[in-house]
């Protein structure tokens, strides 16, 4: 059965960074991309970077990029969410999910991932 289980999260204050891990068991992730979410209190569910199969490219949305890297370790199935420079606006539940492409990570995502993790807690505050 596939499955994807996020963890790394914690409460930081503003300036810190902190590296989200999506570990994933009974597929091989390395053939799909990987997207990384977040959903704050009261808004929806946003997508924030997505890395593509066999690492072809790496996506972000404008609000974390040059902060947020996406990475992945195809030996131990994982990909990463390295976070820097943290914002009390990054503070949500990060979830990950696999698609076949990072397309729709943006809009869309939801008739295009699936295999959704159970997040993690990231709270950015002083």
């Known amino acids: 059965q596939a499955q994807l289980v996020e963890s790394g999260g914690d409460s930081v204050a503003p300036g810190r960074s902190l590296r989200l891990s999506c570990v994933a068991s009974g597929f091989s992730s390395d053939y799909y991309a990987i997207g990384w979410f977040r959903q704050a209190p009261g808004k929806e569910r946003e997508g924030v970077s997505c890395i593509s199969s066999g690492d072809r490219g790496t996506y972000y949305a404008d609000s974390v990029k040059g902060r947020f890297t996406i990475s992945r370790d195809n030996a131990k199935n994982t990909v990463y969410l390295q976070m820097n420079n943290l914002k009390p606006e990054d503070t949500a539940v990060y979830y990950c999910?696999?698609?076949?492409?990072?397309?729709?990570?943006?809009?869309?995502?939801?008739?295009?991932?699936?295999?959704w993790g159970q997040g993690t807690q990231v709270t950015v505050s002083s």
């Open positions: 999910a696999e698609a076949l492409t990072c397309d729709r990570y943006i809009s869309g995502w939801r008739g295009a991932f699936s295999t």
